[in-house]
């Protein structure tokens, strides 16, 4: 009992729903096959909360006791030992949470304990209001859940295209639902259920927070509900309901009130549809393959009770409270009892069939149209379902294509009443009030409909039946696309018949509904140009039963014709330019029914020429109707607003073509429509600016101002012509913009209007056109120069371009700025309100805008200010950044940043204004100088920090983010929100990366949860919510990255948005690295989160299609990795160390995905020996080397290709032009850039053969910058290897340095060296291997090597020590595995060819130390050694070094004369240390090589004569060495190593006598050098300067060290030359030498010097001088 009485702490009302919808997620929408089972598993263990939907956990009387002494008694909690005692005010808050939602007191509890633990991701709110939240949440996961389980059902209208077992498991699991009652069920709770219901019972326990709180209650309410009626209309789609519950559906539906402004909302919306699914037999047209099986599952063909039942209720008289609901279902019925009738199966349902006729009237008769125009397609959530269109389409075409005698009856009975109507108008009384609209009511709705087509159906391509003369020329026909010359269907027939026939004859009262039906007809491309054909048609003279001898009204010829008509008529009158016209316009000539008719042909031309480019070109370029310049000419005659305005709209659809928008824009210029040139004397202004001030303004309405702007924004999109203007007035856009600027935007907020949203309309239409102008300017010098133009005999000063124009408003603390930042002020006020407001999406568009102008500017500015700068103009601008930390007029505060990062905190709401708000914010960043005042604007206010820090971390938990690719996302709302999320997301990161480069205090450390205001490293971070600690970003980035990494697949972020995970483990690396915040977070990782272990367990990450980001992600974790094993070496943390090294080093498979990330105690104890035993079986690839494997060392270089008019070499200096530095180094070309250049280049070629090759060089413009997108992408995918490969690098010198000795013993840090070693030479050595990789292998062989040696050599005088030199091998690593080495090693050298020498300087030290390895270590000389004899010595069996060593020869000498080549060259000439160590190398090897044959080969080679004479070349650089000035020791150094291999070389007597064949001796005697010995004072002290740090050795050392290997190498040729011992003494005595080689002090007589000066170095000199 004690065991059910426990709490569950993640709350069993919220916790379990939440992870059954994750589950759900990932089974359904995630298509993840390994869910699948999951899903199965947690079905089950649900399976009684589906029954019992909603149903909370009762109370009972020992729960209240037991939760009553949980203050005292203590209350166990699952998962923890022991019980746990809780305060009274948390119990108190139970049993108020327990009556509040009427939930067992344990459950009430649970939930209280989950918002305690939630609290940090909802700041501001206590526990209780969070615990609300939950509650409201866990009945939606589960109603969203049982929503995703019935769509994923295989039916009759739609597929998910899930797998057959998924399938399987769903629907077996949701038809036990059903035939437990579900549907009772979800209606009992959708009328229970109530949002003002709630909130009163809320207010009433104080259960109500902030605006925040009480609209994320609202949503999550309003969400349940919505699930949970979708859940029957789901069903209902696939699967026909049983009769009992279609009834209840019905039952429900007769109850159903609509909304204050007559919709439907969204929830009774969702089950009107689903009763009209219900009585769907449409679907058995399709033909489907599983037809047969369709039928038999409907109730409406198998049982003839379902469907007396349905008749029988439908036809009962009793009214519902909406009859118009009742008429749609009743429509529904009888057009389903057609179809019925029609089938073989419907032979037995007469009776019913019957009465189809009598519904349909009765439908008709209760306004069955109107109600669906405005109460279902008025309905808000109308067009957010695909397949309500889709149901509401096949309900009107069946009515017209089933009932076309009912639709004649309505025809008829429209002319009988137009015939009243007219009569009525003749005799001057009113008509009569009872007349029908039915007809009417039904072409308004088919025009709404279809005028609105949010999923780009476009089904009403059905209503257009292509004519013969289409059809032979097109394969369209109708909505069957590409179903070459069919017939089309029977239906689609009638409904062309339809459309042709309503328009025939057509009687005046249905002339604006035909012309609004045919406006939503024509909605869409191929709509357009069916609609476009028609009205072109209708106006042909040909025509059969046109109306009069002037065609048919609903034709082009009619409407231009009344349009000509009208603008004859209106010009005959046109009064002056005076003011008095505008205060009382003249309408005579036109009446009010005329304008509404010319409004909706002007209406459906804009539809029509908006979609169609071919009905643009068409109409424009019609002789006779020449639409735009009546239209113009219209627009400059006293007309009403309205209707210039509507002529503005179809302007504006006009101007979508560049070629009619140039013309356009001079047609304009030239009626002054915007008055830009006052005629001299005029007093007034006129054109629209008068419209605006005296008309718009008077009566608080602006469609006229709305639409110009949207005209001058199409125009400037389509077409900028730069001599607008010319010879009237300075040429340019300027009047146009000051215009907007003056007249329209900064009026905007001070004039009244009678509808509230017009205001932000306005704002919107005139920011759309300043961001248009924007967006597309691009700084030139010549914008920064003073031009004149000649206007009239005057020169004037000509207008800059208009961006430039809007660029310096923005960098100056102007009006339009000023406004700008106003509006963005009140616009997150009015955002922080949660309310609706009218205009909320237009001003949230404005806000948009807003931002996006300061972001374009931020982009633009330095350029901008760079070409000011170069101009010397005396233009003053500040730059936007800090114009941004001005005061605010308003609130009187510097908070106009503040402002902007507050958007940020409606990133869940407005993701497209958080995602401008991060870019700004990012930009702004980048500025040391504002980072302190930003970190302290930020802290200031303790409300409003607290709401920016959650706005930050709410956008990077956003769980609907998605990263895409930018191919198509834009046509899917939902994915292009998810992509500006993610960017959202990638923004704040980036500006966190680039402030943690910045000094402290910065905006990251603030973001990221660091003390700002005391020392950093002071910092203690907590989990959030301990210690009052809030959620920060950094727990924002470790929850990202901690998603999954317990499991086997690793963390969900690496798979899902691998972009943003490289920038979190970038920001962690970066925290890690940096020495202030080192410490804390090191700290926090180890302890609280576990975090490397838990990431690191899953490397090598693999994700296919994303490899530059795998890769660049490894690299940060890698590099994080080497900084905690050098910390906690450092430290002496051995258990985390040995833990880390466990998991790189371990070559047996061992748990690593325990729960908790901890492997168990006994691992503890092991080393790392213990895992490295030789069992083949069990072994397991190692992390280390797992990692190096997944780093691919080939790179394909792509070719350019095939050029047929560009030229290949200047494309290549165009894309070097192009090219430019990332913020990660790499270089790349700037696609846009170099785009540009191309389309410029392809825009200046003149003549017609040019225009006729233009598509060819488009095709090739588009051939070249795909190849330069994939050598863009080749450079990062290189760039990424090396940093990877240097990452690895790091982490593996970390291991082999850093860490204890003792953690790795000897013998198996050689075989782990040993693997290393051969696996990276592997790589390197294939033969596609990148030549950029080389350096970094290199450098890490080098280390290896060094290691490996000195392992070796540490082990052998151990052994020496313990055992004695007669050991006869390597037991660690054997010497076929040096061998194999050795040869890998000798292979890369090779592999280098005659480049690369500095890459060979670090193989060469390789093999330098791999030839130490070999070397005999020196032996203690003891009592038994000294005993024995020569010969003793010489008959020793040969020990392990000696063999070794020999079989090293072999190997390198069996590579012949390359490799000596190489190495001589490389000992010659190049880069100082490649020749140093190269040197050294022969020195190594000429002293192992008895046979001579390395020594031979210098000397036939001439090698060994260059060497000789390069000592007299240096003898120059050696001499500037003995300056008093401490140089650089470079030559020495050289020096040395040469002198030490011609030393070497002379220890042999055929090498002495080499030498003395190439005049060594004579090169010394020429060096002047010898002769410069420094001079020293009376005290034998130096004249000088020493180096202080005592590096640098004074000048006599120096002198020392030049001079005493050429001594020493006199006396090794003296020794070895035993024939030509004369010869040698004769040389080697040459006076000059003799000279040189007399110690200081010798040559003066003085015997006697300062005892101090007698140092090492000068007894060496005597030594060797004697």
Known sequence: MAAQMAVNSAASLWGPFKELWDTVINAIWGRQPEAVHLLDLILKKHKPDFISLFKNPPKSSEQKEKVRKASTDGISVQGHQGTRLLPEQLLSEAFILSDLFNIGELAALELLLAGEHQQPHFPGLTRGLVAVLLYWDGKRCIANSLRSLIQSRRGKTFTLELSAELVSITTRFTDDLMNQGLTRKILTLVSEISVTAEFEKLQKARGLGNEKHRKEISDLIKESRQSLAECLFSWTCQSPLSKDDTLSLIGYLENVTAEADGSLDGVNLALVMALLYCLDVSFLEQGTEDREDLIQALPLLTEKSYVAAIHNRLLDPRPWKLPGLQAVVRLAWALALRALSQLPQGSALVEFTEGDEALADAAITHNAFLFLTEAMLGSEGFGQEEFYTRRIHSLLTDFLALMPMKVKQLRNRAEEDARLVHMSMQMGSEPPAALRRDLEQLMILIGAFYGKDPFNLELALEYWCPSESVHHSSTITGSYLGVTHQRPPHKQVVLSKFVRQMGDLLPSTLYIPYLSMLKGLANGPQCAHYCFSLLKVNGAPHVENIQASGGSPVSWEHFFHSLMLYHESLRRDMPSVDISQYRHPSLRGITQREQDGLVSFLQLTTTIIKWSENARLALCEHPQWTPVVVMLGLLQCSIPPVLKSELLESLSAFGKSPEIASSLWQSLEYTQILQTVRAPGQRQAAGIEVELNEIESRCEEYPLTRSFCHLISTLVESSFPTNLGAGLRPPGFEPYLQFLRDAVFLPFPTRAYRRAEEKWEVAEAVLDVFHKLLKDYEP?????????????????????????????????????FTLCLSLLEEGVKQLDTYAPFPGKKHLERAVQLCLSLLDLTLQKETLFMDLLRESQSSVIVTPLEQLLQGVSAQSKKADHVVNIARYLYHGNSNPEVAFESANILRCIARYPNIQARLVGDFTHDQSVSEKLMAGFVECLDNEDAEELGHEGDDSDPEKRLARIRHETRVHILNLLITSLELKHPNLALYLLGYEVKKPVSTTNLQDPGVLGCPRSCLHAILSLLEKGAHSRSGPVLMREAPQLAELCYQVIYQLCACSDTSGPTMRYLRTSQ?????????????????????????????????????????NRQRSHTQRLLHLLLDDQPHGAYTGEGETGAEDETRSVSGFLHFDTVSKVRRKILSVLDSIDFSQEVPDLPQLDFFDRAQIEQVISNCEHSTEHGQTVCNIKLFHRVLVAEVNALQGMAAIGQRPLLLEEVNSILQHVVERNRMRQSLSAKRHTLQSWRNLVETVLTACPQDLIPTEDRQLIIRDLLLDLHDKVLSEDAAADLMPVVAGAVFTLTAHLSQSVRTEQQQRVRTEGITTS??????????????????DFILCTGGGFQRLRAHLYGALLYYLQVAQKPDEPETLETADKSMWERLTAPEDAFTKLQRENLAIIESYGTALMEVVCRDACDGHEIGRMLALAVLDRIVSIDKQCHWLLYMSNSGYLRVLVESLRQEDLALQSLLSPQPPLLKALYIYESKMALLMRVAKNPQGAAELLRCGLVVQLVECEVYDMRPETDSHGRVFGQRDPSGFIPNPLDRYRQILLPALRLCQVILTSSTAQHQQAAAQVRHPHLQYCTAPAGCSTGKTSSPPVLHSTSRLQHRSCSS
């Open 1369 to 1386: 091998g390597f037991a660690s690593i054997t010497n076929s595995a040096l061998h194999l080495i050795l040869r890998k090693l000798l």
């Open 1090 to 1130: 576990d975090f490397l272990f838990s990431q690191l367990q899953h490397l090598p990450f693999n994700i296919q299609g994303h490899e530059i980001s795998a890769l660049n992600q490894m690299s940060w974790l890698m590099k994080t990795a080497a900084i905690e094993l050098r910390l906690t070496s450092l």
């Open 780 to 816: 030139q010098p010549s914008d920064f120069v003073e031009e004149m133009v000649e206007l009239q005999g005057e020169l004037v000063v000509a207008n800059k371009s208009p961006g430039y124009s809007v660029m310096f408003h923005l960098l100056n603390d102007s009006p339009m």
